[in-house]
């Protein structure tokens, strides 16, 4: 393998490109922290940073002129995007990651700031106090008694400022954004470090990743990491081979984002810083020439922000406190029980088509471990640490849902190598069986992809739900069951109060209807699911449950692995259709 390519002013194009977009991100993070999350501030901040861009690239005279082999990988990119974004349903149903930190972003959008009241919500604050809002799920309360995301704040931003330009629409525009940003760098990097004689096809193979597409479609934060940790990749390698400011901005800025984006980022990091170094042990004027603006300033201000994200991000800190410390890890770590995770991560590759490229790419690690070049190490290097959730995923076995460990780091890290591996020297004499090889990788993955593209579930439950919420006014109380919808997982007691302002509430306690004041509602009601009503009807609130009014919902979801299965088949599109009754409840106990 060769790794002779050295960064052109094609590739400065494209890392400056990259500094650009992940300085809107790093300053939309920046508004939604000091609660400044305003249009015009928004505006003023990005007319600022493109003018501050504009005179960076005169300066340094970075050009624009893109050869045929990058115009394919953002067109391809684009139009992978604009296909995902065409198959995709707004992930606003809470009871999961996506719908929390989609609603998380609507709330900034509107109201300007991270905090915000919700019906009911100082009532049950009384009762609850401070810390998880069990009614209001992926939220905090905060001492005051108001609700704040337990997420992290800038892939929430960055959500926040599509959703206030195009609506729901920008969900898909803000990952799409991300997935270009990703596609183009990872092919870049590929470049980088081969002959560059399998780009074109290295560049098919990643449009038809299946887990890129798939969780393109939802709004969770590995979008954002997959998007910054390759860019930041790239750019290392890029300063490896020349220690430009450029190369270093594209690399800092957005390894630094990544840490206030995924715990991961936090150990990510201080890597990259390191290789950063090793990257000019033969260059030490590099940080002796401006060492405040490379080293000090930079350091300084990430303390500063750091320090700044604790205090308005505490709730996502104390998660990530409560995973490191086990709280909501895996139960067992025998050798018993780490043998059943590399079994079921087995079967879990093999049925999405990843175990060929999985095979193929420790194989190219190692050809580059055996030939000394650090250089292509780096990507290897700079993703180690997550390569631990191999061992102990620490999430559910539902699949696909589980591949999100290794959507943003491992599978593409792997991927790399396996392309570098059929792009090397080595394997030049054997053409006939490269080809075949790689057909068969494309094979094996193709499939997952084309089957589940054209998937979107929930497809019809928002209009449903917008159906739904016009038989309640909005001076009413509307209870509503974890079920209502028929699925746990796409609840839709947060679409009616975020996007159409219908004064509604998770509900799970019927003990917590007799310690409020209820006063403030014309009527209370409550949405129950046939399979749920005994719930209520045989609980304190009984007796005060009347005029039953029947509605029906339908909902598209993946069907359920089975938890006992040996082998991990591929689940199914099913369609669900519940029903049940609006109850209204007497106010007089």
Wanted: aromatic content about 14%; hydrophobic content about 50%.
């Amino acid at each position: 393998m060769t790794s002779s390519h050295n960064p052109t002013e094609e590739y400065r194009g494209l890392l400056a490109l990259g500094v650009y977009s992940t300085s809107i991100a790093w300053g939309v993070f920046i508004l939604a922290m000091i609660d400044a999350f305003r249009g015009w501030l928004i505006l003023a901040m990005f007319i600022l940073l493109t003018m501050a861009f504009a005179y960076a690239i005169k300066r340094y005279r970075v050009s624009f002129r893109f050869s045929q082999s990058t115009g394919l990988s953002i067109i391809g990119a684009m139009l992978l995007s604009l296909l995902i974004g065409y198959y995709s349903v707004p992930t606003i149903f809470t009871g999961r990651d996506q719908g929390s930190i989609a609603e998380a972003a609507i709330r900034l959008a509107e109201n300007h700031r991270l905090e915000f009241s919700a019906p009911l919500g100082d009532q049950l604050f009384k009762i609850y106090g401070p810390g998880r809002a069990l009614n209001f799920p992926g939220f905090y309360y905060t001492p005051e008694g108001q609700l704040i995301t337990q997420f992290p704040l800038p892939y929430i931003a960055w959500l926040a400022l599509f959703y206030t330009l195009f609506g729901l629409s920008g969900f898909a525009v803000a990952n799409g954004i991300l997935v270009t940003i990703f596609v183009v760098a990872f092919t870049l990097l590929f470049r980088l470090l081969s002959s560059g004689q399998k780009a074109q096809l290295f560049l098919l193979f990643v449009l038809s990743s299946f887990p890129l597409m798939w969780f393109a479609k939802f709004t969770l934060t590995e979008n954002m990491a997959l998007a910054l940790l390759w860019l930041a990749i790239t750019a290392l390698v890029s300063f490896q081979k020349e220690q430009r400011l450029l190369n270093y901005a594209a690399a800092i800025l957005p390894l630094s984002l990544l840490a206030f984006t995924r715990i991961e980022g936090l150990v990510l990091l201080p890597l990259g810083l390191g290789i950063l170094y090793w990257s000019t042990r033969s260059n030490k004027e590099f940080w002796q020439q401006s060492q405040r603006e490379r080293m000090i300033v930079p350091m300084l201000l990430f303390v500063a922000l750091a320090a700044l994200a604790l205090t308005r991000n505490f709730p996502y800190y104390k998660e990530v406190a409560r995973g490191l410390l086990g709280a909501d890890g895996p139960t067992a770590s025998s050798a018993a029980y780490l043998w059943a995770s590399l079994k079921y991560l087995y079967s879990l590759f093999n049925g999405y088509g990843l175990l060929g490229v999985t095979i193929v790419g420790l194989f190219g690690l190692f050809n580059v471990w055996k030939q000394k070049n650090w250089t292509g190490l780096i990507p290897f290097l700079a993703t180690l640490p997550v390569f631990i959730y191999v061992l102990i995923p620490t999430i559910s076995h539902d699949h696909p849902w589980m591949l999100r460990r290794f959507s943003f780091a491992v599978l593409p890290c792997l991927a790399l190598y396996a392309f570098l591996l059929l792009d090397s020297e080595k394997l030049r004499p054997y053409r006939v069986r490269t080809v075949v090889l790689t057909v068969g990788l494309f094979i094996l993955t193709l499939f997952p992809f084309l089957k589940y593209l054209p998937v979107r579930e929930n497809a019809d439950l928002l209009s449903e739900t917008a159906r739904l919420s016009q038989q309640f006014q909005a001076t009413d109380l509307v209870l509503v069951d974890q079920l209502a919808s028929g699925d746990g997982w796409a609840m839709i007691a947060g679409p009616m109060n975020s996007l159409y302002h219908r004064q509604t509430v998770y509900f799970f306690n019927p003990q917590d209807l007799d310690k409020t004041d209820l006063s403030a509602f014309s009527r209370v009601l409550l949405i129950a699911p046939e399979n749920r009503a005994a719930f209520y009807t045989e609980s304190v609130l009984g007796a005060r449950l009347s005029n039953p009014k029947p509605y029906t919902l339908e909902a598209t979801s993946l069907a359920k692995p089975d938890p006992l299965a040996t082998r991990v088949t591929l689940p199914e599109l099913q369609t669900k259709t519940t029903r049940g009754n609006i109850f209204e409840i007497n106010l007089q106990r």
